[in-house]
């Protein structure tokens, strides 16, 4: 059995990018830019966040036992998250430029541009895993979030490995 070249040229002899690389790659760069904002808001995002936890918890209102735990594991979360704020930045920062890097590298069909990708989501689960522990893992989005959608991307892109052919 002969292999084909999955690789179609355009008429000026330029490589098509397969459509499954170049819709993966567009999101892969509207994420990164959004994760950007998310990374370089965090200090805000967390003193607002500890601020609301605060006025909630003497606003007067009952809280059921369930919520006040809740916003108590919330608020540790977003102390330790306080105290890493550096070194947490700087992973989300190296994390985005290996993502961008990988996906431009896979818009030119290379296959080293993958394992760059995967290195870049790979990078803040661990280091966030790393210097938060479980703590982060406060319901079922923050788990999506910083696990089941990198997960999902990793494989999307590596159905798509038969076009990376440098």
Do not use: H
Not at 11 to 32: A, E, H, R, V
């Amino acid at each position: 059995m002969t292999e084909t070249n999955p690789i179609e040229l355009n008429s000026d002899g330029k490589q098509i990018i397969p459509s499954g690389i170049n819709t993966l790659t567009i999101l892969t760069f509207i994420g990164s830019g959004l994760s950007l904002v998310f990374v370089l808001l965090t200090p805000f995002l967390n003193k607002l966040f500890l601020g609301f936890m605060d006025k909630a918890r003497s606003s007067g209102t009952e809280l059921t036992a369930k919520q006040m735990a809740d916003m108590e594991k919330g608020k540790a979360v977003l102390e330790l998250t306080s105290s890493n704020m550096i070194p947490l930045m700087a992973i989300g920062v190296v994390s985005i430029a290996l993502c961008i890097l990988g996906a431009v590298w896979m818009r030119k069909l290379k296959k080293d541009g993958f394992w760059i990708y995967v290195g870049g989501e790979l990078l803040p689960v661990v280091g966030n895993f790393i210097l938060l522990g479980t703590d982060q893992f406060t319901g079922v989005t923050s788990i999506l979030m910083a696990v089941a959608l990198p997960l999902l991307f990793v494989a999307l892109y590596f159905r798509q490995m038969k076009y990376l052919v440098k």
